[in-house]
């Protein structure tokens, strides 16, 4: 692939690029590694619609990495409540202390690398955009621009790496990062990529066979296990009844109601719910019942009915909660 074709995507990054509060406009100076790194962690399974507010609230909390390395695990748990994928923030934890320890980010993919959390994709995207080094990260719309551009249906990672890496440009690392991104996001899209508009187009071989979507060819999916458990709400004087999960596992260290093992057949289901609600996570869908106890269960606090919202519980027990708080409205309409 030509140096023109990179000219012209740098070009098209560099009229049409996205306003991000983690990023710098091109040809200014790199932005601060901490935005950096937080701005991937959060993107990891989010979208940036749901991320940009949640930035710039962890930000106004916890500006520098200093900062954020000083905080208690459960205000920065409380405070990533409903971005999902929970290991993120203890991991988001562990790394800000081992950088604040050190003296900084270093700058290198592979040092990078051996902080706490940080995978090859976090490395090579803070590598590239904050340090300018000459990497690209094998980020999802990256991927999928690399594979149409070269006419790859089933490209691995190291030669998606090795076909991107052709085309960055003296000094130009961060911005080809960010300018593939972009170009995945906004116009080479899974589904009806808008090809009229790709500054790569004169190069591009998908769009030259007019089969933009077969490329990559899409990955079969596994079919999630059902595992199933109750939630326990347990209410007193204005007050419901919350736990905080084990440090290790799913939802690990976050604010919850107390109940059952999550169990891979329906036996763990209440007789007689409040309600049920289905979730998703990666590896299996969980099928959780919500169901009224007299007593507490387990070491945790009264949460204020009133306050529910500042207890930071994660999106699967906010909507237990609902459920629950739900139930009792339909409760006090009908002894009404």
Known sequence: MGANAAERLLQHYVDNFRRLP???PPGEAPPDPYRVWLSEVMLQQTTVAAVTPRFDRFLESWPTIEALAAARDEDVLSEWAGLGYYARARNLIACARAVAQRGG???????LRQLPGIGAYTAASVAAIAFGRP????DTNIERVIARLFGIADPSRTEI???AGSMILPGRAGDLAQALMDLGATICRPKRPACG?????PDCLASAGAEPEAYPRPKARRKRPLRSGTAWWIEREGCVWL???PSRGLLGGMAALPGTDWVDDRAGLAHRPLGTINHVFTHFTLELSVAEAAEPAGDGWWQPLDRLEGAGLPTLYRKAASVALDARGRGQRAAA
């Open 243 to 245: 736990v905080r999960r």
């Open 161 to 163: 790496g090795r076909l």
């Open 105 to 111: 980010f270093p700058s290198s993919e592979s040092e």
């Open 135 to 138: 990497v690209v990260p094998g």
């Open 197 to 201: 508009e790709c500054p790569l187009r």
């Open 22 to 24: 983690w990023r710098s």
